[in-house]
C-alpha cells in the first residue's frame, strides 16, 4: 500500500514511517498540516491515509471527509488523544475505518493498516474497551437491556455484514438475497437496536465484539 502520513509534529512521522516502512509499506508523502495532506492526497492518490485528528488549518476528521469524496477514496485511519465516542462517532461519518489512540499506535497500526486494506474496520483495544464499558453503564442507568437478543438470525447476519463495510448490494450478493430484502432487514434491525446510522452499526458491533 501507498500511504500518506500527517501529523503536525514531525518526530510522530517520523516514528510512524519507520514502523510502516518495516513492514515493508511505501510512504509516497508527509504533510504537516491538513491543507498540505489533501493536496498531496489529490496530488500522490495513495491507497492509504494516517491522518493525526487534530492539525492546523484542517482536522483529520475535515481530511477524512474531502478524501471519502473523490473519485478513489483512500482508505483512512484517524490517530487521536481521544477515546470519547463524540470524536469516534464524528471520524466515522467523515469516512475512516479504523480509530486509533495514539498511546497504543506502536501496537495497534500494523493490525489497523491490514484490517483497512481488507476492508475492516479497527480500534484499538482501549478504545473497544472504552466503548463497552459506556454502553453498559448507560443502559444501567436507563434500566435498559441490550436488544440484540431480539434480532432475526438473518437481521443478524446482515448486521455483521453491514458493520465489516459492505454495502446493502453486497450483502445482498454474499447471502443471495434481493436488495429490497436485505434494505428491509436494516431497516429492521437499526428500529429495534435504536441505531441510526452506519457509524452507529459499526460502533454497536465493536461493543459486541461482532468486530475487532
Do not use: W
Given at each position: 500500500?501507498r500511504?500518506?502520513l500527517?501529523?503536525d ?49 484542517l482536522?483529520?476528521i ?5 478524501a471519502?469524496?473523490?473519485a ?15 470524536y ?6 467523515a ?33 473497544t474497551?472504552?466503548?463497552?464499558e ?79
Amino acid at each position: 500500500m501507498r500511504v500518506l502520513l500527517a501529523d503536525d509534529h514531525s518526530i510522530v512521522r517520523r516514528g510512524l514511517r519507520g514502523l510502516l516502512e518495516a513492514a515493508g509499506l511505501t510512504v509516497v508523502a508527509e504533510a504537516s498540516d491538513g491543507l498540505e495532506a489533501m493536496r498531496l492526497c489529490e496530488e500522490h492518490h495513495p491507497d492509504l491515509l494516517i491522518l493525526d485528528i487534530g492539525m492546523p488549518k484542517l482536522s483529520g476528521i475535515e481530511v477524512a471527509a474531502r478524501a471519502h469524496k473523490m473519485a478513489h477514496p483512500p482508505g483512512v485511519i484517524i490517530l487521536s488523544v481521544h477515546g470519547d465516542e463524540s470524536y469516534i462517532m464524528r471520524a466515522l461519518a467523515a469516512g475512516a475505518r479504523a480509530y486509533l489512540l495514539k498511546s497504543a499506535t506502536d501496537e495497534d497500526l500494523i493490525p489497523a493498516v491490514r484490517a483497512v486494506a481488507a476492508g475492516k474496520p479497527f480500534f484499538s483495544p482501549a478504545v473497544t474497551a472504552v466503548l463497552v464499558e459506556d454502553y453498559v453503564r448507560r443502559l444501567q442507568q436507563r434500566g435498559l437491556t441490550d436488544s440484540y437478543h431480539l434480532l432475526t438470525d438473518r437481521e443478524k447476519e446482515v448486521l455483521q455484514l453491514l458493520a465489516e463495510g459492505r454495502s446493502n448490494k453486497e450483502v445482498a450478493v454474499l447471502l443471495n438475497l434481493g436488495l429490497s430484502t436485505v434494505e428491509t432487514h436494516r431497516a429492521n434491525l437499526m428500529q429495534k437496536l435504536n441505531l441510526h446510522n452506519t457509524a452507529e452499526i459499526v460502533l454497536y458491533a465493536v461493543r459486541k465484539g461482532l468486530i475487532v
